[in-house]
């Protein structure tokens, strides 16, 4: 009924689109979408395949390989993206996860069709009474439906809150959360914020 007196609008401006959830031309053409070549083990993108060192995989990954064995990330986040990303994390414009999602899917697509399950990243509880929703649930929910996997939205526990990691750069972000979300008897770790 609204879709009727509001036409859907860009992700990203107020430019009529087709369907809610998508992108218009101009927009499109200015999101920087990743794509391979890529680092096999943290999916930054190369410019090209031969950036990467043996295996495929980037210098920074080489000198100290990260706790995760393998990462892909849908965008690069540049101020397109966060456009999309801002108004999702802080805005509580929650339908944008339906957006996200099939971009996730096709980023990750490697890692899903090996995945069994899907675990977000949890928010302490103290962050999720002031935001309200978990984001990173949101989207491991839409991914989990279109990838056709379980999601066990409860298999880590933020122990620790951290403080916001919008503005931080890459090594106070690691700190940060290092040790942060674990399973019950904090065996299992990740990161994210
Ligand atoms: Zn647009
Ligand atoms: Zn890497």
């Given at each position: 009924m609204l879709d009727l007196l509001l036409p859907p609008q860009c992700l990203t401006c107020d430019a009529p689109v087709e369907a809610p959830g998508r992108f218009c031309a101009p927009c499109f053409r200015i999101t920087g979408f990743v794509t391979e070549p890529a680092c096999a083990r943290c999916g930054v993108p190369f410019a090209v395949a031969a950036q990467g060192g043996p295996h495929g995989v980037c210098p920074a990954c080489q000198e100290r390989p990260p706790e995760f064995f393998r990462a892909r990330a849908a965008l690069r986040y540049d101020a397109q993206a966060r456009r999309v990303v801002l108004p999702f994390k802080h805005g509580d414009r929650v339908e944008i996860a339906a957006a996200l999602a099939p971009l996730m899917a096709r980023a990750g697509a490697a890692l899903l069709a090996e995945a069994d399950v899907l675990v977000p990243v949890p928010l302490h509880r103290s962050r999720l009474f002031t935001r309200r929703y978990n984001q990173a649930a949101l989207l491991a929910g839409a991914l989990a439906r279109l990838a056709r996997l379980p999601l066990?939205?409860?298999?880590?526990?933020?122990h620790r809150a951290t403080a916001s990691l919008g503005e931080r750069g890459v090594a106070a972000r690691a700190a940060e959360v290092a040790g942060a979300p674990g399973g019950p008897d904090r065996a299992a770790g990740a990161a994210g914020g």
């Amino acid at each position: 009924m609204l879709d009727l007196l509001l036409p859907p609008q860009c992700l990203t401006c107020d430019a009529p689109v087709e369907a809610p959830g998508r992108f218009c031309a101009p927009c499109f053409r200015i999101t920087g979408f990743v794509t391979e070549p890529a680092c096999a083990r943290c999916g930054v993108p190369f410019a090209v395949a031969a950036q990467g060192g043996p295996h495929g995989v980037c210098p920074a990954c080489q000198e100290r390989p990260p706790e995760f064995f393998r990462a892909r990330a849908a965008l690069r986040y540049d101020a397109q993206a966060r456009r999309v990303v801002l108004p999702f994390k802080h805005g509580d414009r929650v339908e944008i996860a339906a957006a996200l999602a099939p971009l996730m899917a096709r980023a990750g697509a490697a890692l899903l069709a090996e995945a069994d399950v899907l675990v977000p990243v949890p928010l302490h509880r103290s962050r999720l009474f002031t935001r309200r929703y978990n984001q990173a649930a949101l989207l491991a929910g839409a991914l989990a439906r279109l990838a056709r996997l379980p999601l066990l939205p409860d298999a880590l526990i933020r122990h620790r809150a951290t403080a916001s990691l919008g503005e931080r750069g890459v090594a106070a972000r690691a700190a940060e959360v290092a040790g942060a979300p674990g399973g019950p008897d904090r065996a299992a770790g990740a990161a994210g914020g």
